[in-house]
């Protein structure tokens, strides 16, 4: 997911996703640590998204504060 894609998200969208994807974060460790997973790569992806959604969601925070 592209962020400007992201970026034009609400806050509870953000929300929810982010919950989502550390769910799914937590589930690709788990299954990493019993077995080594095909690709690695999923958890460096899933925890990059993670810190998009939560720095467009801070942004749109502080942008509905100002206004």
Do not use: D, H, V
């Not at 400007?4 to 509870?12: E, Q």
């Not at 799914?24 to 992806?45: H, V």
């Amino acid at each position: 997911m592209k962020y400007s894609n992201i970026k034009s998200l609400s806050i509870n969208i953000l929300e929810e996703k982010i919950i989502k994807e550390k769910e799914n974060l937590q589930k690709l460790k788990f299954a990493n640590s019993i077995s080594p997973i095909e690709n690695p790569m999923k958890i460096k992806y899933s925890r990059k998204l993670i810190a998009m959604l939560k720095t467009a969601k801070n942004k749109n925070k502080k942008n509905e504060n100002k206004n």
